[in-house]
């Protein structure tokens, strides 16, 4: 199984790095990473030109020759592109009623609460625009994976230098209506691949503001004012899909048909072809499915082992779950109705 290098950071490392004394970001990551696993894996690193970051995106292999002694070889350089993503920013504001906070008992239980609860929005928020994010139509926002893997390739395609050699469709032949489409998304995460970054010379681009104790804030039924205390919170966050080779989307999965026996595609095939096809060398690999997606994928596998008499041991590994060796993560984001994906 593909892991990645002790090099290369996850929100976890960064922020024990950053806050090695355990402070008040730390515990805001800690939350984070409780309500969201995706953070575990994720790959992080810090920008190079302030909120963005420039990349080179790999296009094509150098050239190689067979020589003989005393013969020469020609120079030659693969083929890149360089690119420029740019980071979005998501705030949210914590307000506590200043008559509230002074006559609560436990203070720092009472903020340690509403932070949870502002935090898992925020995540809920990243964790769509990672998938779905489009700054063609939200520009605050940046590029997720559909951006990369919006077409289908399927199991004719033959050019694996193009994404969506990587994205096969899993829609059954019966399907008369794309009103509740899933995917599944296989990502592999490092360096050299798919990873994040954060605006250069932030801590991680998590963002703490000054706790101010009673501030005006305004009754929006009455209009009338009222005393808080408010504190903002800020993420600042971007995707690099550096090389298109190391993911890929099983597309077109329609939710009220996939625990049918007849008239669907045969998933598992599907999935071992997306898995042989995406490369994993060096990267740490993960599915990213929602909850009811995961249960049919554990149906699908269950029916083939009790067909076939094939164990597939992982599958009652526990959490994390694993799939063909590899980490499953349940991602609500996906629990969506996604537009139809074609050729």
Not at 1 to 15: H, I, N
Not at 49 to 61: A, E, F, V
Not at 203 to 232: I, P, W
Request: glycine content about 8%; proline content about 2%; aromatic content about 10%.
């Amino acid at each position: 199984m593909s892991t990645k290098g002790a090099y290369v950071l996850t929100y976890r490392d960064l922020m024990s790095r950053l806050k090695g004394d355990k402070t008040f970001d730390h515990e805001i990551v800690e939350i984070m990473l409780e309500q969201n696993p995706m953070l575990e894996d994720m790959v992080i690193v810090e920008a190079n030109d302030g909120t963005s970051n420039k990349t080179t995106i790999r296009t094509g292999l150098p050239d190689v020759a067979w020589t003989a002694f005393y013969e020469g070889v020609q120079g030659s350089k693969g083929s890149v592109k360089q690119i420029r993503n740019t980071a979005g920013r998501i705030q949210t504001k914590i307000e506590i009623a200043s008559d509230l906070w002074d006559q609560a008992p436990d203070k720092s239980a009472l903020l340690l609460d509403e932070v949870a609860q502002h935090s898992q929005a925020m995540m809920n928020e990243v964790q769509d625009c990672l998938i779905y994010g489009k700054i063609a139509t939200e520009p605050k926002k940046f590029n997720g994976l559909v951006n990369f893997y919006s077409q289908l390739g399927g199991v004719t395609s033959t050019d694996d230098k193009v994404a969506k050699h990587y994205v096969f469709d899993a829609k059954s032949s019966s399907q008369t209506s794309t009103a509740a489409l899933r995917s599944i998304f296989l990502v592999g995460w490092s360096q050299k691949s798919i990873r994040c970054f954060y605006p250069k010379g932030t801590s991680g681009g998590l963002k703490k503001g000054e706790f101010k104790m009673r501030v005006d804030a305004v009754d929006s039924v009455n209009g009338g004012t009222y005393e808080v205390n408010r504190q903002y919170l800020e993420w600042q966050l971007g995707l690099d899909v550096r090389d298109y080779r190391y993911a890929g989307r099983l597309a077109n999965i329609q939710s009220d048909e996939m625990f049918d026996t007849s008239g669907v595609p045969n998933y598992w095939e599907l999935l071992r072809r997306l898995t042989t096809r995406v490369r994993s060398d060096g990267v740490r690999q993960v599915f990213y499915m929602d909850k009811l997606t995961w249960e049919a994928v554990c149906v699908w596998a269950d029916r083939k082992t009790s067909a076939n008499a094939v164990q597939f041991g992982d599958l009652n590994a526990g959490i994390p779950h694993k799939l063909f060796g590899i980490t499953v993560r349940e991602c609500d984001a996906l629990n969506t109705n996604e537009t139809e994906v074609t050729a």
